[in-house]
């Protein structure tokens, strides 16, 4: 879905994520494997505060495994636990309600020490931007379809617990936090993941970025998909390669950029370039 965020609508979506927050012992930040920190609500720690959080790297089946390891490092180095997860296929979900069970296990055995013998499920609500797969995710805890409320803020109906087990309560509809705008980069690397719409942003400016990126950190990617020799460092030598290759040609017989364009991104978003990472703790692009 296409989502206009004016002020108002940001300052809305915070505040329903906070009224959330009192029914809840535990917050999971979803966020996208390939792109965790363009995916992340530049507010989020402001908004959820001292509650409890789990941070879940998604669409991990599409990531470079070595760079999630990596990232699963970075966030434990501060103090918060990440898992790598894949919504759509369910691989790592098994794991969250004993991984929120863990989180909240002092709140926990301060309810026991208060005298009360069987606490009660933990309690979550998943909390992501657009597109990071939130209902994916709890269609796969809840183990059936859960209908999916607009994604715009202010959209309401009665809120309901998913029972997860025995031991997880899940909110079935989940926290919807904006992206970064501020930062071109950003914008990119969204439109790269299909986190944001094509229409946004031009596609040849988004293909751009992403062959640039690809030829940075992976040229033998590029080399074996588009049977190049070599990679080409100017970037418009580099569209007509893969345009000749891949017969991109307009009616005079020059390259179609935006063929080229289209087939670039689609590649990337459909794994035909292999498991991609836009994004590592130890990468400044
Ligand atoms: P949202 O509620 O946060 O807005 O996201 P949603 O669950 O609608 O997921 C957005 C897209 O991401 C969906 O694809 C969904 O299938 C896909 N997705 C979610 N989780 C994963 C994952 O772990 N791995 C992969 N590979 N994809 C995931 P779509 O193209 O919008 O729809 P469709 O392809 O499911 O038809």
Redesign the pocket.
């Known amino acids: 879905a296409t989502i206009q965020w004016f002020p108002g609508h940001m300052a809305k979506a915070k505040r329903e994520v906070q009224e959330k927050l009192k029914w809840i012992d535990v917050a999971f930040e979803l966020l996208d494997a390939r792109v965790p920190m363009s995916s992340r609500n530049p507010m989020i720690d402001e908004i959820l505060g001292q509650k409890p959080r789990l941070v879940l790297l998604?669409?991990a089946?599409?990531a470079d495994e070595a760079v999630t390891e990596q990232w699963i490092r970075y966030f434990r180095e501060q103090g918060k636990t990440a898992i790598a997860?894949?919504?759509?296929s369910g691989t790592g979900v098994r794991q969250l309600a004993a991984a929120a069970k863990e989180m909240v296990k002092d709140k926990f055995a301060k309810m026991r020490a208060k005298g009360i013998k069987n606490p009660r499920p933990v309690r979550a609500l998943i909390v992501?931007i657009?597109?990071?797969?939130?209902?994916?995710l709890i269609n796969r805890l809840a183990g059936r379809h859960i209908a999916?409320t607009g994604?715009k803020p202010g959209v309401t109906k009665a809120q309901q617990w998913i029972k997860v087990g025995k031991e997880m309560e899940l909110l079935d509809t989940p926290g919807i936090l904006w992206p970064k705008f501020e930062d071109e980069d950003v914008g990119y690397k969204l439109a790269v993941t299909g986190a944001i719409k094509d229409e946004i942003l031009n596609g040849q400016d988004v293909a751009v970025y992403a062959l640039r990126f690809l030829s940075a950190h992976y040229p033998e990617r590029l080399l074996s998909r588009y049977d190049l020799d070599d990679i080409p460092a100017d970037i418009v030598a580099l569209f007509e390669a893969i345009g000749r290759r891949r017969g991109c040609l307009t009616a005079g017989g020059g390259v179609d950029y935006d063929k080229v364009a289209e087939i670039v991104l689609s590649d990337i978003r459909t794994e035909k370039l292999g498991r991609l990472s836009f994004e590592a703790p130890a990468l400044r692009t």
């Open positions: 998604n669409k089946d599409m997860i894949d919504a759509q992501g657009p597109n990071v797969g939130k209902s994916t999916k994604d």
